[in-house]
């Protein structure tokens, strides 16, 4: 896997899965430093973590404080940067939307990592689902971090 000095979870609004992402993997060791962000496709208006996302994040550990959602924009994009979606539907999204985006290094989290599906989206369902998705996540971000830490 390339060098990246950046990486940016993005999922829809930018207030459960990618927050989520961003703030497990910043929970890990990496070998070389790496900004973690997280960005919404859809960002009419800077929102605060989703409450039963801040509730499962708080429970395992991790302080999301102070967390307000942020627009993916042209200049989040560059040759070191790492975008990770949540879907295929977010990355096809993305792409045509995005002409600075560079398709190889947009990737679904999940393939990424040789996980066969996506990353779902809990939204307005029981806090159990956002348990779900948190515990996969972590799963998944375990995943990235050994591939990151790969020489």
Do not use: W
């Not at 599906?117 to 159990?128: A, T």
């Amino acid at each position: 896997m390339k060098e990246y000095h950046k990486i940016i979870f993005v999922d829809e609004s930018g207030t459960c899965r990618g927050p989520m992402a961003a703030g497990i993997l910043r929970d890990y060791s990496l070998k070389t430093p790496i900004e973690i962000l997280t960005r919404g496709l859809v960002v009419l208006f800077p929102e605060p973590l989703n409450q039963k996302a801040e509730a499962v994040m708080i429970s395992n550990g991790v302080s999301m404080e102070g967390y307000m959602s942020t627009q993916l924009t042209e200049e989040d994009f560059s040759d070191d940067t790492l975008v990770l979606v949540m879907e295929h539907a977010q990355m096809e999204k993305l792409l045509e939307k995005y002409e600075t985006a560079d398709p190889e290094n947009v990737h679904v989290l999940t393939e990424l990592v040789g996980e066969e599906l996506e990353i779902l989206n809990p939204y307005g369902g029981m806090l159990q689902a956002y348990g779900l998705c948190y515990e996969t996540l972590r799963k998944t971000i375990r995943k990235l971090m050994n591939l990151l830490n790969e020489e």
